[in-house]
């Protein structure tokens, strides 16, 4: 049977859409936004429940071996169903280390529970305001790619000098390049699906995710630093 050949559509500004094509960008973003929600909601399960039970920062070296050896097996199976419960196992064992870091904001900085709640509320309304942007204006980001990656090793590196060196102002330093970065990422994989570039809702679930957990983290950490002063 002779395979249907593609139609694409020229809009009023010339842009060229792909019907058929345009509809599996919308699935991945659906399926992305579904996986999303749910291992959000199962994170915050399992750093709740560390934070009841008093559970101990697994550790910066753990929690690296744990998070790469996880997102490793992710990446080779990432077109199995196992992908699923492995980006659960991710999620939740990020959860469990936001545990005891929550813990430590709540008792050691002045309005803890100030600060982690406004960490929070900026970080769900920078991800919406971003997702949307992506989404409605339906710009690729490519530009940003290598930035983005070598920024994201770079910021890598030296938070691990800042936490083994104990140098708070690096630390500081690095959590905003953080922000920035992950705002970029966001940017950028949303971006990615809407246009067709992403086509694997597991894979861009766990981008976002990592984007989402590390902007909380810096904002957290910059915004317990102003509540001292």
Request: glycine fraction near 8%; proline fraction near 3%; charge should be positive.
């Amino acid at each position: 049977m002779d395979r249907q050949p593609e139609i694409s559509v020229i809009t009023r500004d010339g842009t060229v859409v792909n019907p058929a094509a345009s509809a599996a960008a919308q699935r991945v973003l659906r399926n992305t936004y579904l996986l999303l929600s749910a291992t959000l909601l199962f994170s915050a399960a399992c750093a709740g429940t560390a934070l009841a039970l008093a559970l101990p920062y697994p550790g910066i070296l753990l929690t690296l071996v744990g998070f790469y050896g996880l997102s490793f097996a992710i990446q080779k199976f990432r077109n199995s169903a196992v992908s699923i419960p492995l980006v659960f196992a991710l999620t939740g064992f990020m959860g469990y280390t936001l545990g005891p870091i929550l813990s430590h904001y709540l008792k050691a900085v002045p309005n803890g529970g100030s600060v982690v709640m406004t960490a929070m509320a900026v970080t769900g309304g920078a991800f919406l305001a971003l997702s949307a942007y992506a989404v409605t204006t339906r710009r690729r980001f490519n530009f940003m790619a290598s930035f983005l990656v070598v920024g994201s090793i770079t910021a890598m590196l030296l938070g691990l000098v800042a936490i083994f060196f104990h140098m708070p102002t690096l630390s500081l330093a690095v959590a905003g390049l953080f922000t920035l970065l992950s705002s970029g990422i966001i940017l950028w994989q949303t971006g990615e699906i809407v246009n067709g570039g992403e086509t694997n809702y597991v894979l861009a679930t766990v981008t976002l995710y990592v984007s989402i957990y590390n902007m909380f983290l810096s904002l957290l950490q910059l915004l317990g630093f102003a509540s001292r002063d």
